[in-house]
């Protein structure tokens, strides 16, 4: 058993929403095929990826995330606990946010060649494909269509490069890849390489493999818009755990987060008298704030 896998030119958009509706209200999770992505854009964000994490850690640190006030960059293995109750994830990642939004650090392109162009490519390919699966949110919660854009003018997105060093053979008590954690936004969208290791937590507790589908995009939601469906859709608990000594891991994680000045309530179709609103109103941006407060260790 695994999360629901859905091709997106398999059938109207009307079942798509169904289905998609029965999943998130069921796991949180998805995967989709047929989203239109072309691979080779896929392809050349992973090379990038793996270019920029293969550099000598000196030069990686040069664009360090708290180097720049905008919170983008790199962070080293360590600088993360997305589970509070464990030690640091092992995990390095980089950072980039909307251009429009304030500037990113991008490593020089003497080292890193091409890495600019190839996550320019990816993160718009990501943004239509998050366009596009925000749409069938709305036809699942009975919404008109458009709902959404007044939330998501100047959308906070973020594209996080993930890699996983080989894990070693000894590791600090409960030290895992990535901590226990629901994510925050609106909906994620990621890519994974064949390595496994995410894992996603069942209503009843139980760890659920998400096993990696060649071309598919893993689609969750985030805490954003389990408030707005008031606990209709789950923004579930996932981590991701080593399945073995010596093997990487890698992967690229689109967060679509909405504008930091929208205000997030119980959508009028999601309650009723036996649903009542369980959720105050609150600003995307604030929300998102206090959580990378809370998750950074150093």
């Not at 390095?92 to 304030?102: D, K, P, R, T």
């Not at 458009?146 to 000894?170: E, I, K, N, S, W």
């Not at 093997?247 to 997030?264: G, H, N, P, Q, T």
């Not at 119980?266 to 809370?294: F, K, N, Q």
């Amino acid at each position: 058993m695994s999360i629901l896998l859905l091709d997106l030119d398999s059938a109207p958009p009307a079942e798509l929403a169904r289905r998609l509706d029965e999943a998130l209200r069921a796991d949180g999770f998805v995967a989709v095929t047929g989203h239109g992505v072309p691979e080779a854009v896929i392809a050349a964000a992973f090379d990038a990826s793996r270019r920029f994490f293969a550099l000598a850690e000196a030069d990686k640190r040069r664009w360090h995330i708290d180097h720049w006030p905008l919170q983008r960059g790199f962070d080293p293995v360590g600088w993360q606990a997305l589970d509070p109750n464990r030690p640091a994830d092992l995990k390095e990642s980089f950072y980039l946010g909307v251009e429009a939004l304030g500037p990113n650090q991008w490593p020089d392109e003497a080292l890193v060649p091409g890495f600019r162009a190839a996550l320019d490519a990816y993160s718009a390919a990501l943004r239509t494909l998050a366009a596009r699966m925000m749409g069938l949110f709305e036809l699942a919660l009975a919404l008109p269509a458009g709902h959404f854009d007044a939330y998501t003018r100047q959308p906070t997105c973020v594209t996080r490069l993930l890699h996983y060093p080989p894990a070693p053979a000894v590791v600090l008590p409960g030290q895992i890849g990535c901590g226990a954690h629901t994510d925050w936004g609106a909906l994620t969208l990621l890519a994974q390489d064949d390595a496994g290791g995410l894992q996603v937590q069942r209503a009843d507790g139980r760890w659920l493999d998400v096993e990696p589908v060649p071309g598919a995009f893993v689609v969750n939601i985030g805490d954003m818009t389990r408030r707005w469906t008031n606990d209709r859709w789950r923004s579930t608990m996932h981590r991701v755990v080593p399945r073995r000594v010596g093997i990487e891991r890698w992967s690229i994680a689109y967060f679509f987060d909405l504008d930091v000045d929208a205000v997030v309530s119980p959508l009028p179709s999601c309650v009723d008298a036996a649903h009542p609103p369980r959720y105050a109103p609150i600003t995307a941006g604030e929300h998102l704030a206090e959580m990378y407060r809370r998750t950074t260790v150093g």
